[in-house]
């Protein structure tokens, strides 16, 4: 079965400033995809990025980009430029690959505030 | 394009009671998963339905919870006889193809009392 491990309960950051969120995982698969999901207050799960294992180029949305070591088996998420609407729970969700698969194992969450 | 719909938002039963949360997925969307949201918990997945069939409930309890998704309107998340610990926010969430990026409703926050 597979595990995902986010050390962080709680994080803040100032505005403007880059903030860290990590995040592990274990798991015996070597074909997944790796994600981070945000939820606001308003209680919407909202895809931030998505990472296949098979990729060695970390990927990136807009500010939001992931530092993906496999070998570590970790998988953590960097808010540039924070924003006060990035205030939110986040969490780091692991999916088997190969086609048929289509649960979503996901950790217990960050709560990033981001002051103003 | 709506996105995934769920209703209500919130939900008030009392013990034994039963709940129904519906689940209206995005257009042209045929696979619909539930997940459940404990308090301090991620999310854990709890069934896997396309439409008229039931692909996988490993994740449900074998008593009391049953879902289903009719052929013709929303998924139905039905809780019989609700016990506190049911308490929970209960998320939908769709896709179009199986290992597709899943879009998720805003979640039923169930309340027993």
């Known amino acids: 079965a597979q595990t995902v491990t986010q050390s962080q309960p709680e994080m803040s950051v100032q505005e403007a400033e880059t903030v860290t969120l990590s995040c592990t995982y274990d798991t015996s698969e070597n074909n997944y995809y790796l994600f981070w999901y945000k939820q606001p207050p308003s209680r919407q799960m909202i895809l931030v990025i998505r990472?296949?294992?098979?990729?060695?180029q970390n990927a990136t949305e807009n500010r939001f980009s992931v530092n993906f070591q496999k070998a570590a088996k970790s998988f953590s998420l960097k808010i540039s430029d924070s924003q006060l609407g990035d205030t939110a729970m986040y969490f780091c969700?692991?999916?088997?690959?190969?086609?048929?698969?289509?649960?979503?194992?996901f950790g217990k969450g960050t709560l990033l505030t981001v002051n103003p | 394009n709506a996105g995934v719909m769920q209703n209500p938002r919130h939900l008030v039963r009392r013990r034994g009671q039963e709940a129904r949360l519906r689940c209206s997925p995005m257009?042209?969307?045929?696979?619909v998963y539930w997940y459940r949201q404990l308090p301090e918990e991620g999310l854990k997945f709890m069934v896997y339905l396309q439409k008229e069939n039931i692909i996988d409930e490993s994740g449900m309890p074998k008593e009391r919870f049953s879902a289903e998704f009719p052929k013709e309107g929303p998924s139905i998340l039905r809780i019989q006889q609700v016990v506190r610990g049911d308490s929970a926010a209960y998320f939908c969430?769709?896709?179009?193809?199986?290992?597709?990026?899943?879009?998720f409703g805003s979640g039923t926050q169930l309340s027993v009392l």
């Open positions: 969700a692991f999916m088997k690959g190969g086609g048929s698969n289509y649960k979503l194992t």
């Open positions: 969430a769709s896709s179009a193809y199986l290992d597709e990026k899943l879009f």
């Open positions: 257009k042209g969307h045929s696979h």
């Open positions: 990472q296949e294992a098979y990729k060695q």
